[in-house]
């Protein structure tokens, strides 16, 4: 006859190991996610948190995918002064001139809880605005999760406000090549 071993005697035991299954699947889950690594400014890291708790399991916008994504960008994230953010990476209040897959570019303007007055506003509380905040000009960016939407995303320029025409600054969206040749 066989004899059992305490831990597969005891059930409390079992349950732990199937929650560490569970964690360890979970952070398999997550290193699938994980981005490249951003650059935030302190300020964004913060607001980020906040809404990656708001996306967890039993937060007021659940969205675990989500959550799990921000977690996984936030714990690589390089975090440097807001002034030097501004300078070179997407942050919030940043307008950003952005290729979504193969579509024409386009233009966002990225926030963390207030929409601006401005058209082409994206909540970085999204996929797409999770995924843009803290990118590089010229950074191109693969994604393999169903949930996003999307599948690549290149950034094209930032502080894209400076190229747009005054009439286009709260029209459909910037496009890159209707003011390229207006600049030249």
Known sequence: MQRLSGRDCDPALGLRHSKCQQSFDHDQHI???????????ETDFWQLQDQ??????????????LAAYLRAKLADARIIPEPEARRAFVTSGRVVACRIDHHLPRCFRLYHWTPPVQRCAISTGTWLGAVLIGMAPHQIVTFSDPEAGFRRIEI???NAEDFLPADNRHSRGFHPADTIHSHL
């Open 31 to 41: 290193e699938r996610l994980r981005p490249i690594r951003a650059t935030l400014s």
């Open 52 to 65: 990656r708790r708001r996306r967890e399991i039993g937060g007021p916008a659940e969205d675990p995918h």
């Open 156 to 158: 094209l320029h930032i």
